[in-house]
Protein backbone atom coordinates (compact mmCIF):
# COMPACT_ATOMS: atom_id res chain seq x y z
CA UNK A 1 0.00 0.00 0.00
CA UNK A 2 1.35 3.44 -0.88
CA UNK A 3 0.92 6.05 1.25
CA UNK A 4 2.79 9.82 2.34
CA UNK A 5 3.50 10.34 5.94
CA UNK A 6 3.74 13.56 7.14
CA UNK A 7 5.30 14.67 10.77
CA UNK A 8 6.67 17.80 11.98
CA UNK A 9 3.87 19.98 13.13
CA UNK A 10 2.95 21.52 15.73
CA UNK A 11 2.70 24.65 18.27
CA UNK A 12 5.08 27.36 17.60
CA UNK A 13 5.21 31.44 18.56
CA UNK A 14 5.73 34.30 15.88
CA UNK A 15 8.85 34.03 14.78
CA UNK A 16 9.71 30.49 15.17
CA UNK A 17 10.42 27.78 13.15
CA UNK A 18 9.40 24.53 12.25
CA UNK A 19 10.31 21.66 9.91
CA UNK A 20 7.88 19.09 8.08
CA UNK A 21 8.77 15.99 6.63
CA UNK A 22 6.47 13.76 4.31
CA UNK A 23 8.26 10.12 3.71
CA UNK A 24 6.36 8.03 0.79
CA UNK A 25 6.58 4.36 1.38
CA UNK A 26 5.09 1.06 -0.62
CA UNK A 27 5.78 -0.55 -3.85
CA UNK A 28 7.21 2.87 -5.42
CA UNK A 29 8.74 2.59 -8.99
CA UNK A 30 9.95 6.38 -8.65
CA UNK A 31 8.83 9.86 -7.11
CA UNK A 32 7.56 12.57 -9.89
CA UNK A 33 7.13 16.60 -8.57
CA UNK A 34 6.56 16.46 -4.35
CA UNK A 35 4.62 19.69 -3.22
CA UNK A 36 2.91 21.43 -0.06
CA UNK A 37 -0.11 22.56 0.25
CA UNK A 38 -2.09 24.07 3.25
CA UNK A 39 -5.89 25.04 4.18
CA UNK A 40 -6.68 27.23 6.98
CA UNK A 41 -9.97 27.24 8.37
CA UNK A 42 -12.50 28.66 6.45
CA UNK A 43 -9.85 28.86 3.36
CA UNK A 44 -9.32 26.45 0.69
CA UNK A 45 -6.06 24.61 0.07
CA UNK A 46 -3.34 26.61 -1.55
CA UNK A 47 0.02 25.60 -3.01
CA UNK A 48 2.29 26.69 -0.75
CA UNK A 49 5.64 24.91 -2.17
CA UNK A 50 6.92 22.55 -5.30
CA UNK A 51 10.34 21.21 -5.81
CA UNK A 52 10.42 18.73 -9.79
CA UNK A 53 12.16 15.48 -9.49
CA UNK A 54 15.93 17.31 -10.50
CA UNK A 55 15.51 19.60 -7.68
CA UNK A 56 14.19 23.07 -9.06
CA UNK A 57 11.58 25.00 -6.74
CA UNK A 58 9.01 27.36 -6.62
CA UNK A 59 6.83 29.11 -3.84
CA UNK A 60 3.59 31.13 -3.01
CA UNK A 61 4.30 35.02 -3.06
CA UNK A 62 3.08 34.69 0.81
CA UNK A 63 6.04 32.12 2.02
CA UNK A 64 9.25 33.53 -0.58
CA UNK A 65 12.13 33.88 1.26
CA UNK A 66 11.09 32.03 4.94
CA UNK A 67 9.72 28.59 3.20
CA UNK A 68 12.60 26.48 1.74
CA UNK A 69 11.27 22.90 0.20
CA UNK A 70 14.07 19.99 -0.18
CA UNK A 71 13.90 16.55 -1.40
CA UNK A 72 16.14 13.42 -0.31
CA UNK A 73 14.76 11.27 -3.29
CA UNK A 74 16.38 8.15 -0.97
CA UNK A 75 14.58 8.29 1.53
CA UNK A 76 11.33 9.04 -0.70
CA UNK A 77 11.04 12.18 1.84
CA UNK A 78 10.30 15.94 1.14
CA UNK A 79 11.07 18.82 3.64
CA UNK A 80 9.18 22.08 4.39
CA UNK A 81 11.28 24.14 5.93
CA UNK A 82 9.64 27.03 7.74
CA UNK A 83 11.24 30.26 9.36
CA UNK A 84 9.77 33.54 10.54
CA UNK A 85 6.35 32.00 10.69
CA UNK A 86 3.65 34.11 11.57
CA UNK A 87 -0.15 33.78 12.46
CA UNK A 88 -1.54 33.75 8.84
CA UNK A 89 0.75 30.26 8.61
CA UNK A 90 -1.85 28.64 10.80
CA UNK A 91 -3.64 26.31 8.63
CA UNK A 92 -3.09 22.15 8.22
CA UNK A 93 -0.19 21.21 5.88
CA UNK A 94 -0.53 18.41 3.26
CA UNK A 95 2.14 16.63 1.43
CA UNK A 96 1.29 15.79 -2.59
CA UNK A 97 3.52 13.70 -4.79
CA UNK A 98 3.15 12.12 -8.00
CA UNK A 99 4.12 8.59 -7.54
CA UNK A 100 5.14 5.77 -9.74
CA UNK A 101 3.83 2.22 -8.28
CA UNK A 102 5.52 -0.56 -9.27
CA UNK A 103 3.67 -2.18 -12.59
CA UNK A 104 1.68 1.13 -12.97
CA UNK A 105 0.86 2.41 -15.85
CA UNK A 106 1.53 6.28 -15.40
CA UNK A 107 2.16 8.44 -12.45
CA UNK A 108 -1.00 8.91 -9.86
CA UNK A 109 -1.62 11.89 -7.34
CA UNK A 110 -1.18 10.78 -3.71
CA UNK A 111 -1.67 13.06 -0.84
CA UNK A 112 -0.77 12.27 2.66
CA UNK A 113 -3.25 13.00 5.74
CA UNK A 114 -1.95 16.66 7.12
CA UNK A 115 -0.19 18.10 9.76
CA UNK A 116 -1.23 20.62 11.72
CA UNK A 117 0.76 23.83 12.08
CA UNK A 118 -0.34 27.10 14.89
CA UNK A 119 1.33 29.78 15.20
CA UNK A 120 0.50 31.72 17.85
CA UNK A 121 1.72 33.35 20.99
Known amino acids: QVQLVESGGGLVQPGGSLRLSCAASGNIFSINGMRWYRQAPGKERELVAV???????NYADSVKGRFSISRDNAKRTVYLQMTSLKPEDTAVYFCNADLLVVQGFRPVSYWGQGTQVTVSS
Open 51 to 57: ITTLGST
